[in-house]
């Protein structure tokens, strides 16, 4: 946090502060990393405080350079507007409608012209643009940092800016750029924000952040026994982590399943349950995650499918006279991202229909009414 006294003495002030979270809708889902500063925005909501979300809908045409070691590459505004009609309605499953101001912060950067821009540069420089380490890393390694790059953290921190933020919340990851927010805030005559960073979760691979460009990610929107399921894959060295990040767990609970997590074997198959249990019921309920648990035990305990299976109609195009074509179903289910993964499924061996493995493309109509089609371990629907 910097600065941190700043913040007790605007805390202690009693005055409702403005509290700024900025989200880039480059994908569609709410996962569990972005639930960690979302979380940490309503506990200032429950305080009273004026949760601030800025939705990126102009940054997120350029991209966040944060930790990145190449240039990346640019999203139309068609395919940030879906993304950001999708997902926002989902960040409501945490924030309170109380206390709350949703911005697009295309309200103020689209209507600049080249005078604004130019101004605005003239307010940093690329010396401190170059102290980034992410910039710096590939300035020395003569690899390209493209000029609109050096621009995102100048956006971003004219958001704060332009909502007059007290404070932002951001992962560790943004630090530079929410500390560009208090000295541009600085340049406008404002009191500078104070900067609260929150620690990255690692997506299910054990490694790297959750990311939905990954697709290490679990949305908070979930199917229950999916998420359950998937929350059961986490390593045992990230049980805690997830405790603390992922849960509503207090101190002593979390100290609990730290200590039984470092037991391995039974005892930390224990307590990754409790900590999967806890997260369904917190974006679901108590009933979502003991039916969760139950039916996790009857796929991989017991080997049978799920009590409750989902009916989904084959989709028109996937059928040419006698044939449907798995590909296609595949992918307009959701059940594969793309037709392109939904060939690697099946070619992987990763479908099954009626318990039996399928590996080629098509299968016969009348095989597959009313069959129980599997993706993974987790996925089920019942063709009808």
């Known amino acids: 946090m910097v600065p941190r006294e700043a913040l007790e003495e605007r805390l202690a002030s009693d005055r409702s502060l403005r509290v700024k979270l900025g989200l880039d809708p480059t994908a569609r889902d709410v996962t569990l990393g972005w639930a960690v500063p979302l979380r940490k925005l309503r506990d200032f909501q429950d305080l009273g405080h004026t949760a601030v979300l800025i939705v990126g809908d102009f940054t997120a045409r350029i991209g966040d350079p944060s930790g990145k070691s190449e240039t990346r590459p640019q999203l139309t505004k068609e395919e940030v507007e879906a993304n950001a009609g999708s997902c926002v309605s989902s960040l409501m499953d945490i924030l309170s409608e109380d206390n709350l101001e949703v911005r697009y912060n295309s309200e103020w950067l689209e209507p600049m012209d080249m005078g604004d821009i130019l101004r605005l540069t003239a307010r ?20 390209p940092i493209s000029l609109v790059e050096f621009m995102y953290p100048l956006l971003q921190g004219y958001d704060s800016v332009a909502v007059a933020a007290d404070v932002e919340l951001g992962g560790t990851d943004q630090l530079f750029n929410l500390l560009v927010g208090r000295d541009l805030q600085r340049a406008y005559g ?5 900067a609260m960073t929150l620690p990255l979760l690692e997506g299910l691979d054990g490694v790297q952040k959750m990311s939905q460009s990954l697709k290490n ?9 999916v998420m359950f399921g998937q929350l059961m894959s ?6 805690e982590r997830y405790a603390v990040l992922a849960t509503d767990m207090a101190p002593e609970e979390v100290a609990e399943v730290e200590a039984a997590a470092r037991l391995g074997g039974p005892e930390a198959g224990r307590a990754k349950r409790r900590v999967a249990a806890r997260v369904v019921a917190l974006y679901h309920d108590e009933a979502a995650a003991q039916g969760a648990e139950a039916s996790f035990d009857r796929q991989f305990k017991e080997h049978q499918a799920p009590e409750e299976i989902p009916n989904a109609e084959l989709p028109a195009d996937s059928i040419d006279g006698d044939i449907v074509y798995l590909p296609r179903v595949l992918a307009e289910l959701g059940l594969a991202a793309s037709r392109g993964e939904a060939r ?41």
Do not use: C, H, W
């Not at 980034?132 to 690899?143: C, Q």
């Not at 404002?190 to 104070?194: A, L, S, T």
């Not at 009348?366 to 019942?382: E, M, P, T």
């Open 234 to 239: 986490i390593p045992d060295a990230l049980i």
């Open 190 to 194: 404002q009191e500078p924000q104070i």
């Open 344 to 384: 690697r499924l099946l070619a992987q061996g990763g479908v099954r229909i009626n318990g039996d493995q399928v590996t080629g493309e098509e299968f016969p109509l009348d095989a597959s009414r009313g069959a129980l089609l599997q993706v993974g371990k987790r996925r089920f629907v019942r063709l009808v």
């Open 217 to 225: 990610y679990v949305s908070i929107r979930e199917q229950p026994d």
């Open 124 to 143: 940093y420089t690329v010396a401190k643009m170059l102290e980034r380490d992410d910039f710096a890393k590939r300035y020395k390694d003569n690899r």
